[in-house]
Structures are given as C-alpha cells and as structure tokens.
C-alpha cells in the first residue's frame, strides 16, 4: 500500500510542474513520441494515464503526450492491430493462410502482433520526434524571415564615403 501511494505522489507531484505544460520544441517533440509510442499499444483504458506517466517521467509536455495516444483510436485501433499483424508476419516470415482476409488469434497471430506494436512503436516514436523537432525550427526561421522582410532594410554607413 506504501509502495501503491508513493507512485501517485509522484505522478501528482510531477503532473503539476508548469514547465511539463508550457510548450517548448524539446519538450513537445519528446511528449509527441512518447505519446504515440504509448498509441501503439492495443486499445487499453490506460493509454492516456500510461503516456502522462511516461511524460513527467523523462520531463516531456504532458498535453502533446497525452493527445498524441489518441492515433489509436476506436476508428483506427482494428486497422492498426491489422498492419501491426501484417508487420510481424513479414518479418518473422509467416504465411498468412487467410490470404489478410479475416484473423485468426491463435499464437503466430498474436507473436506477430506484439511484435509488429514494437517494431511500429520503435520507428515511429523518433521519427514522430525528428520531425516535429525539425518542423517546430524550421517554423521558427520562416516565422523571423518574414518578420524581417516586414521591416525596410536601414541604409548602410560606409566609412569611406564621408560627404
């Protein structure tokens, strides 16, 4: 029971730090991944608690991981688990005997799953960081290009032409 209250201190504790909600291009990408790392997983009732957990956990913006889990949703959680089968049947070379017509939960289907959600979540996750990463800074410097060519360029002052 000590142990049980300990763990939601922390996570209370962690939860209300304000700079794991302010946005930052660190912290957001990192909370984006992780979030859809978590979104990988088969539809479970903890995603959102999981994610949260994760983000004050390696410092990461809370709302960013916890939206981000919702890439798995009731619309897209049956084609999802479909891609991940198809993914661990390719590479642990499996024949698919229903030719991806209907599934089958026995053993291979199910290694295939969990390994196909790893693999999905293990490329995803920094993909997803690298380029929000880079697509935050590369916002930033068209946001200054066009604020500088808001204002007129100042003359410049040559020193060798002294009028």
């Known amino acids: 029971m000590g142990k049980r209250k300990g ?8 939860v209300v730090q304000r700079e794991l909600w302010r946005p930052s291009r660190h912290r957001v990408a990192l909370g984006l991944s992780l979030g859809v790392a ?9 995603q959102t608690v999981l994610a949260i957990a994760l983000a004050v956990r390696y410092r990461a913006n809370i709302p ?10 009731p619309a897209t959680a049956v084609p999802l688990f479909i891609y991940q089968c198809k993914v661990g049947k390719t590479i642990f070379n499996f024949n698919d ?6 599934l089958d939960f026995d053993i291979q ?3 295939s799953a969990t390994f196909g959600v790893l693999i999905s979540a293990a490329v ?30 100042l003359p410049q002052n040559d020193s060798n032409d002294q009028t």
């Open 7 to 14: 763990i939601r201190n922390w996570l209370a504790k962690g």
């Open 97 to 102: 005997k229903y030719g991806g017509k209907e």
């Open 124 to 153: 995803l996750a920094p993909v997803v960081y690298f380029v929000v990463y880079y697509a935050w800074g590369l916002g930033i410097m068209i946001f200054y290009k066009s604020k500088k060519a808001d204002y007129p360029q």
């Open 64 to 73: 960013a991981a916890a939206t981000a889990v919702w890439i798995s949703n």
């Open 38 to 46: 978590v979104g990988m997983l088969p539809p479970l009732p903890i």
């Open 109 to 111: 289907t199910m290694s």
